[in-house]
């Protein structure tokens, strides 16, 4: 036992041991406890009967600085308050002199192990039961006489030895050695660090101070100072290697935890007079409570082999949405895929601590559960936990929710839902929700909708004489959005309807899906000159899928107006187009004439050529005078267009319809020609050739580069 002490100063003068045994220290300090207290002992030399045969205040007396290292410490601030429950009564041994026996109690019994830090906390009990204290009472100031050593502890030995004590007190009296701790904590001190540190790679403590941690961060009455303080030390005890091991039993719940305070601190900003007291691995995130937080997540995920769903979240910027007051939920979906995808051993557990989240009356807490469980559901072994149709239920619950951020998170279920083997056979109650919401006015509520059927059509047996039907009167509209996204995904949509029932279009079925891409041919084409990159690389796939389905031949041309903007390739597909669908032109102008408004000058270009080379290929037959006069009309407005090459194009087409005019009916009968007083070209049953029109595109640059098709722009 006496061994336990030497070394840790080398050369200094120490208390002779003999044959000093736990039984005679403890039975001498009992000893005490008949006589009278003495007053409060303002040096080390507090208890006279340590150790039997020794100078009455030798086995408590520290040697004078210079000899050993736990000499009293110079007089320390007091520690900031922190919480209410936190606080205890000033001890009445001094913080050092109590620390000063810990230590050196511990130093004696160090080599015993466990062994040891159980009888250096009965000595301690002991040694306060002499004076009448409770050792739970003197907690507090044990931690902070500790705390005003370590600092000057020069030596490793003398800093362990000081920080088995600590892990001594967590032992029996964790929640007293976190409330000391936490108000050290801020603003940041290496010493309290230190400490943290300590306690993490103690593996009989740690569990019960990261709980005790836990319990701060739940309490409802914590002020965002004691949160802050909390999570620090989360996060230090956290990066200790093995200490995430301790959370086993816990983790799901530690996780949403503290994805849920991110939420909190999103939505409520933490004061400016809280300090700064964490220093950011990666740019992006300022000094704040919420890096603190994001930090102490990754130190989570990290300490439990989960270093690449960090990864995936870097890469995606998903902590930078974590900390977002606009992001957060995306951010969480991002933390769920990425877990859905490596983390999976930890899925059922936190499957099962957010469902009764599900309901809180914490919009933070409830949001945040309610995106975990929507990106929970790409997991089929969680989906599973519950039942498909109290899952389905719930969701579409979620539809009638007057915040559209909660039908949004119930939108995106219902689509990884409908990726699930074996759940299409709900689609009848699947469908009315997701086409529903196709009419709402928020982008998001719109894309996910439409991503969910998309993901409807993936699966087998996918309902897609059912969804054409449904989608005929929906689909147009969305494909002319203001909205870049709603477009894209519009499109994508119906490129992946068309790739699903491409086999019956083939052989003349799918009436309602032929009708659709019919109607959807001439928004599909022009929006090949959309400026959105990502709208018109999925206008050319759609366009390459219909083309192949419908057995067209025009791939070639779609791909050189895709990147090229070739007049001449588009004039290919308007006489193709006009040979096999005659009956269709009227609808293709009418639906032109409704681009020549765009505030785009590509599409009003692009609308004013398709124009042209549709009147050009069409046959007087195929085109009313009503619907001629309505076109002269719309590209005579368009000769005050701002864009000169618009104006250009607009006289081409213009001439295209004149001379269809010409054609069609006799001057004195046709108000467009007499209007124009152009002479009579002959008797109508003549038609002569017409000269095509000439146009030459200046939106080059609107183009993406490059494409899937391999076609790097014009030559």
């Given amino acids: 036992m006496a061994g336990g002490a030497r070394g840790w100063a080398q050369g200094a003068p120490r208390a002779p ?120 009472d003197q907690v507090h100031g044990l931690v902070r006489g500790l705390l005003a050593q370590v600092p000057s502890l020069a030596e490793r030995r003398p800093q362990r030895v000081a920080l088995r004590v600590l892990s001594t007190l967590a032992l029996e009296h964790s929640r007293d050695v976190v409330c000391a701790l936490l108000p050290c904590s801020l603003p940041p001190d290496w010493a309290a660090a230190e400490l943290w540190r300590s306690l993490s790679q103690n593996q009989r403590v740690n569990g019960q101070v990261l709980v005790q941690l836990l319990w ?122 990425a877990m859905v995808a490596h983390a999976d051993h930890h899925l059922r557990g936190l499957f099962a601590d957010l469902l009764p989240q599900l309901r809180s009356a914490k919009d933070a807490q409830r949001l945040t559960a309610m995106a975990f469980f929507t990106g929970l559901l790409q997991s089929r072994p969680t989906a599973r936990l519950l039942r498909e149709e109290v899952i389905l239920e719930r969701l579409c619950a979620w539809q009638g929710d007057p915040e559209p951020t909660v039908r949004w998170l119930g939108l995106l279920g219902l689509g990884h839902l409908a990726l699930n083997r074996g759940k299409v056979r709900h689609v009848s109650t699947l469908l009315p929700a997701l086409l529903g919401a196709l009419g709402e006015g928020d982008a998001r509520l719109v894309g996910a909708a439409l991503g969910a059927l998309r993901r409807v059509l993936m699966r087998p047996r996918a309902p897609v004489r059912l969804l054409s039907a449904e989608l005929g009167p929906r689909l147009p509209p969305l494909l002319d959005d203001a909205r870049d996204s709603v477009r894209d995904s519009a499109v994508g949509l119906l490129g992946t309807l068309v790739r699903r029932g491409r086999g019956g279009l083939r052989v003349g079925l799918r009436g309602p899906l032929r009708k659709l891409v019919l109607q959807s041919l001439v928004p599909l084409l022009l929006r090949l000159y959309d400026p959105s990159r990502d709208t018109n690389e999925s206008s050319e796939w759609t366009l390459a899928l219909c083309d192949q389905a419908l057995r067209w031949g025009l791939l070639e041309e779609m791909v050189t107006v895709a990147h090229c903007d070739s007049p001449e390739a588009l004039s290919r597909i308007c006489h193709r187009l006009v040979q096999w669908y005659p009956g269709h032109v009227p609808r293709f102008l009418s639906q032109t004439q409704g681009y020549l408004r765009s505030p785009q000058d590509s599409l009003r270009w692009a609308a004013v050529v398709l124009m042209g080379f549709l009147v050009h290929h069409s046959s007087p037959s195929h085109i009313n005078q009503d619907l001629l006069d309505n076109l002269f009309q719309d590209l005579g407005q368009l000769q005050g267009d701002p864009e000169p090459t618009v104006v250009a194009a607009a006289q081409a087409s213009t001439q295209q319809v004149v001379l269809l005019a010409q054609v069609q009916h006799p001057p004195c009968r046709g108000r467009l020609l007499g209007l124009l007083r152009l002479p009579c070209l002959g008797r109508r049953h003549t038609h002569p050739a017409r000269p095509p029109p000439v146009y030459s595109s200046p939106f080059q640059h609107h183009r993406s580069p490059a494409g899937p098709w391999g076609c790097s722009g014009p030559g």
Avoid: N
């Fill in 216 to 337: 701060v961060l739940k309490g409802s009455a914590r002020s965002q100072l004691e949160a802050l303080a909390a999570t620090r030390a989360l996060g230090e005890m956290l990066a200790v290697s093995g200490c995430v091991g301790a959370t086993q039993g816990f983790y799901p719940h530690l996780l949403l935890v503290l994805v849920t305070q991110l939420h909190e601190l999103a939505r409520d900003p933490c004061p400016p007079d809280i300090p700064k007291v964490w220093a950011p691995s990666h740019q992006g995130l300022p000094y704040s409570h919420a890096s603190c937080t994001v930090e102490a997540l990754k130190a989570l995920l990290t300490g439990d082999g989960c270093r690449t769903v960090v990864t995936c979240m870097e890469q995606a910027g998903g902590w930078s949405r974590l900390a977002g007051a606009h992001t957060h939920l995306e951010g969480v979906l991002l933390l769920a895929s």
């Fill in 17 to 136: 041991m003999g044959a000093l045994t736990l039984t005679a220290l403890a039975e001498g300090i009992r000893a005490s406890q008949g006589q009278p207290p003495g007053p409060p002992s303002t040096g080390p030399q507090h208890e006279p009967e340590l150790e039997r045969g020794v100078e009455p205040g030798r086995a408590a007396a520290i040697p004078p600085a210079g000899s050993e290292p736990f000499s009293q410490p110079p007089a320390r601030e007091p520690a900031p308050e922190g919480p209410g429950r936190c606080l205890t009564p000033q001890s009445s041994l001094e913080e050092g002199a109590l620390a000063d026996l810990a230590s050196y109690t511990a130093a004696c019994l160090e080599e015993a192990g466990f062994a040891g830090t159980q009888a250096t906390a009965l000595t301690l009990s002991s040694a306060l039961e002499a004076r009448r204290e409770r050792l739970e």
